[in-house]
């Protein structure tokens, strides 16, 4: 009897755990519907809402639309224009509108790209300038090298020696010296011509022997140089604080006609120009 009675014991337990289970279920199921109602009721009140918010918004558009368009009407009239001519004026401003940002954005392109031309060619001239700046040191190294081979003579004046120059070439590298100015010559026999603030007359000259003779007027007063040679510095004092000049004859063309220069320090006077 013991065996039979215990049977429907377990049975029992089994059923009341399922119906225990069911039970919770059910109630989870009734709490997940009453919440999933809930939420429903509040975004149908929500809705609700939004549609009066819209329909309000709605009639405030219409509202809009009205008094903009009884406001344009107002301004076309006061312009004597039609709605038809207000629209296309205002499409014609909106072309242009859209035309001046394009002309403005191609501008900003094209000054951008000017910008980047001009840096480049800044750097160009930067480089250049430095191969400038390196030849010059170069060509004034050479100058100076030149300059320091041209002939020192003994002037007939007291014996002071100075650098002269035997062609025009050579009196080129003088005049870039810078410590003096030079005035080139040719003289013809019999005729005084102005040279710088002096005068000058060629009395005599043989080819041949490559001798001449011709007399400086300065200051109103003649200096004579007789039996003088080529490359020969001819020097005499001239102007209120004497200053001394040299003239230097390079060459005895015949017997009528000598070139050379006049050497004047650089704060002589200079001769006033011809206007």
């Known amino acids: 009897m013991s065996v ?3 049977t429907p014991r377990s049975y029992s337990g089994a059923l009341l755990a399922a119906i225990a289970v069911a039970l919770l279920a059910g109630v989870g199921g009734l709490i997940w519907c009453t919440t999933l109602s809930s939420r429903l009721t509040t975004a149908e009140a929500s809705l609700v809402d ?23 009407e107002e301004l076309g009239q006061s312009l004597g224009l ?11 401003i909106v072309r ?20 980047a031309a001009v840096s480049n060619d800044v750097s160009n001239v930067k480089t250049d300038v430095g191969g400038v ?21 003994k002037g007939d004046l007291n014996g002071h020696s100075s650098l002269i120059a035997r062609n025009h070439d050579e009196l080129e590298l003088l005049k870039h010296k810078g410590d003096r100015n030079y005035y080139e010559f040719t003289l013809t026999k019999g005729q005084k011509k102005p040279v710088g603030t002096v005068s000058m007359e060629l009395t005599k000259a043989d080819p041949k022997k490559n001798v001449f003779n011709l007399t400086v007027i300065s200051d109103d007063k003649p200096v004579t140089k007789n ?5 020969e510095p001819l020097q005499f004092y001239s102007g209120k604080a004497p200053m001394l000049f040299e003239i230097v004859v390079n060459s005895v063309n015949s017997k009528n ?4 220069y006049l050497s ?4 002589a006077p200079v001769p006033p120009t011809v206007p």
């Open 96 to 115: 242009r509108e859209e035309a001046d940002s394009k002309r403005l954005e191609s501008a900003q392109k094209q000054t951008a790209q000017q910008v």
């Open 257 to 260: 006609q000598v070139t050379g």
């Open 50 to 72: 939004a549609k009066d918010q819209n329909k309000k918004l709605a009639a405030e558009l219409r509202e809009t639309d009205a008094r903009l368009k009884v406001a344009t």
């Open 133 to 153: 700046k390196s030849d010059l040191g170069k060509t004034q190294t050479q100058l100076a090298t030149t300059i320091d081979q041209l002939t020192s003579m």
């Open 264 to 267: 004047v320090p650089k704060d």
């Open 227 to 231: 039996n003088k040679g080529l490359n």
């Open 4 to 6: 039979l009675d215990d």
């Open 82 to 92: 039609t709605q038809k001519q207000m629209e296309e004026r205002a499409q014609e």
